[in-house]
């Protein structure tokens, strides 16, 4: 409680984000990704290894097309996402690797990151924490040689702190045939938040009863009701009801607010806050899949990503990947 009433007086504006028209027709794109899954030497929790990947997906922005423009609009990693976390008595917005802090109890809070942010589980680690997965979001449509160029950069990267990491097939990899696909829906219309997200929580419990939907171990599915869920908790007080839900309105807005102040934008990236505007994301799953209708929203975005030769790489920095794939590719 103490929490909440902290971030409350911090609040003073509220959360407002220009409405954009809504499209004629869904827009389909599949070349604005391109995913790199790393082994480390001795899995993913190494202290040395994650300062050392800090630096190496630092130095992807500089990675230039053959426009000379850089390659990436966005990093998504370990190495360079900010979340929303709870720390003794404070709330912050805090890189999830934090170097002053790969101390064992700072690696043990690391782990529990990954494993209850519903923005990086799965997403940014394998379940066996064996791999860690680079989401790499293009400025421009995805070719083979500007995929070539990122993993080449960042796999010399490692090399040159001391690795050992070749590229493999990326039928190697633990997101090997699998999709992720993003909808976006859009709506004219004034929207009840809580009443969305209720439409949202009952498309979300079809589609993960879905034969194509992924399992635990290999992806999820999420949108903003996971991470208002996340931020109930880590914010406490009474924001949430029993079905996981904001208690009303109120709660709902207070959350946005209090993400606002601390800087965080992933909830508006999943839903604007006058809710016109959502996200729902399918990760890991193995068969493309259908749009849900979503009552009274329009589809008018649809992202897919698939773990092709061109989008999917892997880098392996284990001692047996020298035996075995060094001369794969």
């Given at each position: 409680?103490?929490?909440?009433?902290r971030?409350?007086?911090?609040?003073?504006?509220?959360?407002?984000l220009?409405?954009?028209?809504?499209?004629?027709?869904?827009?389909?794109?599949?070349?604005?990704?391109?995913?790199?899954?790393?082994?480390?030497?001795?899995?993913?929790?190494?202290?040395?290894?994650?300062?050392?990947?800090v630096?190496?997906?630092?130095?992807?922005?500089?990675?230039?097309?053959?426009?000379?423009q850089?390659?990436?609009?966005?990093?998504?990693?370990?190495?360079?996402?900010?979340?929303?976390?709870?720390?003794?008595?404070?709330?912050?917005?805090?890189?999830?690797?934090?170097?002053?802090e790969?101390?064992?109890?700072?690696?043990?809070?690391?782990?529990?990151?990954?494993?209850?942010?519903?923005?990086?589980?799965?997403?940014?680690?394998?379940?066996?924490a064996?791999?860690?997965?680079?989401?790499l979001?293009?400025?421009?449509?995805?070719t083979?040689?500007?995929?070539?160029?990122?993993?080449?950069?960042?796999?010399?990267?490692?090399?040159?702190?001391?690795?050992?990491?070749?590229r493999?097939a990326?039928e190697?990899?633990?997101?090997?045939?699998?999709?992720?696909?993003?909808?976006?829906?859009?709506?004219?219309?004034?929207?009840?938040?809580?009443?969305?997200?209720?439409?949202?929580?009952?498309?979300?419990?079809?589609?993960s009863?879905?034969p194509?939907?992924?399992?635990a171990?290999?992806?999820?599915?999420?949108?903003?009701?996971?991470?208002?869920?996340?931020?109930?908790?880590?914010?406490?007080?009474?924001?949430?009801?029993?079905?996981?839900?904001?208690?009303?309105?109120?709660?709902?807005?207070?959350?946005?607010?209090?993400?606002?102040?601390?800087?965080?934008?992933?909830?508006q990236?999943?839903?604007?806050?006058?809710?016109?505007?959502?996200?729902?994301?399918?990760?890991?799953?193995?068969?493309p899949?259908?749009?849900?209708?979503?009552?009274?929203?329009?589809?008018?975005?649809?992202?897919?990503?698939?773990?092709?030769?061109?989008?999917?790489?892997?880098?392996?920095?284990?001692?047996?990947?020298?035996?075995?794939?060094?001369?794969?590719?």
């Amino acid at each position: 409680m103490r929490r909440l009433q902290r971030l409350l007086l911090a609040c003073s504006f509220a959360c407002s984000l220009p409405l954009a028209a809504v499209q004629a027709q869904t827009v389909m794109q599949d070349n604005e990704w391109q995913v790199i899954s790393l082994y480390p030497p001795h899995g993913v929790y190494q202290a040395e290894l994650l300062v050392q990947l800090v630096a190496a997906v630092e130095g992807l922005w500089q990675v230039q097309g053959s426009d000379g423009q850089p390659l990436l609009r966005t990093i998504d990693s370990l190495a360079s996402m900010n979340v929303i976390v709870a720390q003794q008595e404070e709330v912050r917005f805090r890189r999830i690797i934090e170097k002053g802090e790969l101390n064992p109890a700072g690696m043990q809070r690391l782990q529990a990151l990954v494993e209850e942010h519903p923005l990086v589980q799965r997403r940014l680690v394998s379940a066996d924490a064996q791999a860690t997965h680079l989401w790499l979001r293009l400025k421009q449509p995805a070719t083979v040689a500007g995929s070539e160029q990122l993993s080449e950069h960042l796999r010399a990267s490692l090399n040159a702190a001391g690795n050992r990491c070749v590229r493999v097939a990326n039928e190697h990899g633990p997101l090997a045939g699998r999709y992720m696909t993003q909808w976006q829906y859009d709506t004219p219309q004034r929207v009840d938040g809580v009443a969305a997200l209720q439409a949202l929580a009952e498309v979300q419990q079809q589609l993960s009863h879905a034969p194509e939907a992924p399992d635990a171990d290999h992806g999820r599915l999420y949108s903003v009701l996971d991470l208002l869920s996340y931020l109930g908790t880590v914010l406490g007080g009474d924001l949430l009801g029993a079905d996981g839900l904001p208690q009303n309105n109120a709660a709902l807005a207070q959350m946005y607010m209090m993400a606002e102040s601390l800087r965080s934008r992933d909830l508006q990236t999943l839903a604007r806050p006058d809710f016109r505007q959502l996200q729902l994301v399918v990760l890991g799953h193995k068969a493309p899949l259908s749009a849900p209708p979503l009552a009274q929203y329009q589809l008018t975005h649809t992202s897919i990503w698939t773990a092709s030769a061109r989008d999917y790489h892997v880098l392996d920095c284990r001692a047996q990947a020298l035996v075995t794939s060094e001369n794969s590719l």
